[in-house]
Every structure is written in C-alpha cells, then in structure tokens.
C-alpha cells in the first residue's frame, strides 16, 4: 500500500467513525432494530426530532449552488460526493424499504411475472453473465440493504461481500444475511467505492446494480473495481446513462436531468460512450454492451414509478406497485407533511418525501422522452496477464 493511499485510508476511517456516531443518533431505536418488524410509520417516528432537520439541511445545501439547469456538477458537490451519498442515504433508506423492499433497481418485465419474479430476474441475468458460481468470490459494489447480494447468493451460491458507504444500510444487511440464513457466506464492509478498503486482487468478480451513479468519476469507481479484481475477473453492471436522445440545449431536458441529481443524488450525468471510456480507461476488456431498456416488452421499465396500472401482470402488483407509484408518492407526502405537522414525524420528514418524489417523477419522464436509461449493462474483463499496484 502507497503512502498517499496509507494517509487517504487513515483520514477516511477517521470520517468513518463519526458516520457512525451520526447514523446511530440520527435513526435512535430504529438502529436497534433487530427483526425488521418496524413498520414505515415506526421508523420514522423513531428518529431523532433534533438532528434529523440539521441532517435534511445539509445534504438540501449541496445543490442550491447547482441550480442552473444543464450546469457542470458543482465543484463542491463532486469533492464532497461520498459525504452527500452518505446523507442521502440516511434520510432515504426508509423510504426506500418501504416503497421497494430489499432490492432498489429497475428491471424488465414479462409476461406474467410478478414485480418481485421480474426483479430476481434481473438479477439472475448479470450473476450468469458473469459467470458466477458456487465457487466464487464475489463483491457487490453499492449493495444497499443486500436485497440483490441475497438472491444472487442463493441462486449461485457465491460467497458475497456487500460495499457500501452507509451504516444505516450495512446494519440492515447483516441482518438480513441472519435472517435469510446466509452470515456464513456474506460480509459487509464499510467503506467508499472511490477508495474501497480492500487488497488487491481478491475478487473473482465484481458487480453494481445502478449504485455507480452516485460515483463522483466513473474513472475512478471503475479503477477501483479493476484494482479488486484478480487477473481474469469479470465485472458486470448496470449502469445509469444518458441516451442519444437527451438534447442538453433542451429547457425541458434540462429540467428533468436537474431532477434527477436532486432527488437521486447523482453528481453527474454521463453518457454510454463515457461510461464505455471509463472502463477502458481503467484497463478493462469490454466483453459486451447493451441498453437493455431498448426492447419491445409491453411493459416499460419505468412502470412503478410511473403507476400505470394497466401494466400490471398480476393481483399482488396493484398493492406491490402502488407504494412507488405517481398516486402512492402522493400519499406517502401527504402523510409526511400531516404527521411532521402534529409532531408525530421529526421536522424535514416531508421534505425528504418531496425530493425522493422529485426523482422519482424525474425519472418516469425521463423514461417516456427515452433520454436516460437505468439498464445500460456491460460486462468487462480484467486481462489475465494483468497486475494491480
């Protein structure tokens, strides 16, 4: 290990241990939560009244210096990126859970499947793409709650490590991982993807699931992923991408992309063939690429943001889809807003809803104009006669 990456990693744990203090007082008894029977409701009214308001103001402040619609990432939002992931993440993941369950990815859908089946799915794609199996050692990069890091280790019986920059979220895999009867082949670690805290060379593959968008440089995100790598692993993705079809002289466009940085935390905006750049950039060997949006399904990827019930498949979707749709946002804000009011709910609970609805919104415009997808997936290869530092 460098000196700077010595000095950069010593600096980082030290940040790391008041991440913790911060999520440990922010979410009170939820923290505590060992059977993740608390209700949406519970949760919230569980966290911290005092500290919750300084927690939304700080991660709003971010993006009121980047407010112009087709601005450059502001330079503050890129040096502080993990920082603001970080805080996302800890007014969200409730929200999340609630409106998504375990795994937080869009997916295509067929004939007949269930919302869950099509999702699994999903998954079950890049793990075979990938190559990955019973004797594999694999890492999720971004792993939330670990929803995705469960079903691919049941379905190929890899051994996972889950990386994310978020206690809150670690705390609920790990306990997901005892619950599913999986804490013998998974581990969680803590840390940024941008300087993950792992040894060279360790990996047989490597994944993310539409968690690399938060990266400030996908350069770097992706470098790191080839430093993790052994010689010859694989790292499958899917990717969020501007489409050709995103004109940045677009008032509209530009309203909508300025959404979805809000409400999705995203630094950046990239295109595919940035993304496809990156990946050369840091050494990898593009085995394949696709937008996998682009198809023929009767059903568009954006649908339970979207709420269009017509797209449903089966009786369990109306009540599934409902909770992340148009008309369920409405009453999760509307709920927020009355419950914070009579102080059941902390101060800013409303205001998280409301910038969640904003991506969410952002982004099933986004999806009917075509100009961004979240299914651009590639698989690369770190050559076998390669080394890392």
């Given at each position: 290990m460098s000196p700077t990456r010595e000095s950069t990693t010593t600096a980082t744990n030290t940040a790391h241990v008041q991440d913790l203090d911060r999520s440990k007082l922010l979410h009170g008894s939820t923290w505590n939560d060992t059977k993740h029977q608390d209700s949406f409701i519970s949760k919230l009214t569980g966290k911290n009244r005092q500290f919750l308001p300084?927690?939304?103001?700080?991660?709003?402040?971010?993006?009121?210096?980047?407010?112009?619609?087709?601005?450059?990432?502001?330079?503050?939002?890129?040096e502080n990126g993990s920082d603001i992931t970080n805080l996302y993440f800890e007014l969200s993941t409730d929200f999340y859970e609630y409106a998504w369950g375990t795994s937080w990815h869009f997916c295509r859908f067929h004939y007949g499947e269930s919302v869950p089946q099509a999702m699994a799915r999903y998954e079950h794609y890049l793990a075979a793409r990938a190559g990955i199996h019973s004797g594999s050692h694999v890492l999720d990069i971004g792993c939330g709650v670990g929803g995705p890091a469960r079903e691919i280790a049941h379905f190929t019986g890899a051994r996972i490590t889950g990386l994310n920059i978020n206690d809150y979220q670690i705390s609920r895999a790990r306990r997901y991982a005892v619950v599913h009867g999986l804490e013998s082949k998974q581990d969680f670690v803590k840390g940024d993807f941008m300087n993950m805290p792992l040894e060279s060379s360790t990996f047989d593959a490597c994944y993310a699931i539409e968690a690399t968008p938060h990266a400030s440089s996908l350069k770097g995100v992706y470098a790191e992923a080839f430093r993790v790598l052994k010689p010859g692993g694989v790292f499958a993705c899917y990717e969020w991408v501007l489409t050709d079809k995103y004109d940045p002289t677009n008032p509209e466009h530009q309203r909508i992309a300025k959404g979805i940085k809000l409400g999705c935390s995203l630094v950046n905006l990239v295109t595919r063939q940035e993304c496809l750049d990156a990946l050369e950039f840091a050494g990898f060997e593009i085995l394949e690429n696709e937008d996998r949006a682009v198809n023929d399904d009767a059903v568009p990827w954006y649908y339970p943001l979207s709420g269009e019930l017509r797209y449903a498949r089966t009786p369990w979707?109306?009540?599934?889809?409902?909770?992340?749709?148009?008309?369920?946002?409405?009453v999760t804000n509307t709920m927020c807003a009355a419950l914070e009011k009579v102080g059941l709910f902390a101060s800013g609970s409303a205001q998280v809803a409301q910038f969640l609805d904003i991506g969410a919104t952002s982004l099933a415009e986004s999806g009917k104009l075509g100009i961004y997808t979240p299914m651009f997936f590639f698989v690369a290869r770190k050559p076998s006669d390669q080394r890392s530092e």
């Open positions: 300084e927690v939304v103001n700080n991660y709003m402040k971010n993006w009121k210096t980047n407010t112009s619609p087709g601005q450059e990432a502001d330079k503050n939002v890129v979707d109306y009540f599934t889809v409902f909770r992340s749709s148009t008309y369920g946002r409405m």
